[in-house]
C-alpha cells in the first residue's frame, strides 16, 4: 500500500523532531507521525468504505517502523528513547482507534 509506505517513512523521519520549552522536551514531531498516520487512515477508511484499508495500512506501518527499530546499530532508523516508542507503540494505538472509528462507514445492511 503506498499510503503506508509514505506514511511510515514521512513519520519516522518526522518522528526525532522536539521543542524544548522550558526545560522540558516535547516530541512533537512523534505526535505530528501519529497524526499523520490516522489521517491517512480515516481516509482510506472513508474512501473505500472499509475497515481493511485502514487495518492493511496500520499493520504494514507498524511492521516497518518495528523493522526500523530492531535493524543493527548504526542503521537503525528509530530509536528505542520516549519518541520513538512513541512513534511504534502510538502507532498499534491509533490504527485500533481509527479501526473503530472506521466502522461507522462501513455500508448499513439492507
Known amino acids: 500500500m503506498p499510503a503506508a509506505l509514505f506514511v511510515a ?19 512533537w514531531g512523534a505526535i505530528a507521525a501519529l497524526a499523520l498516520l490516522g489521517s491517512a487512515q480515516l481516509w482510506l477508511g472513508a474512501a473505500f468504505r472499509s475497515i481493511l484499508p485502514t487495518a492493511a495500512c496500520g499493520v504494514l506501518c507498524y511492521i516497518l517502523t518495528g523493522w526500523w527499530s530492531t535493524v543493527e546499530n548504526g542503521k537503525r532508523l528509530v530509536i528505542g528513547d520516549v519518541p520513538g516508542n512513541l512513534w511504534v507503540f502510538g502507532s498499534a494505538a491509533v490504527t485500533l482507534v481509527m479501526l473503530a472509528w472506521c466502522r461507522r462507514y462501513r455500508p448499513s445492511p439492507a
Open 9 to 27: 517513512t514521512a513519520g519516522t523521519a518526522l518522528h526525532r523532531q522536539g521543542l524544548v520549552l522550558a526545560g522540558t522536551e516535547l516530541p
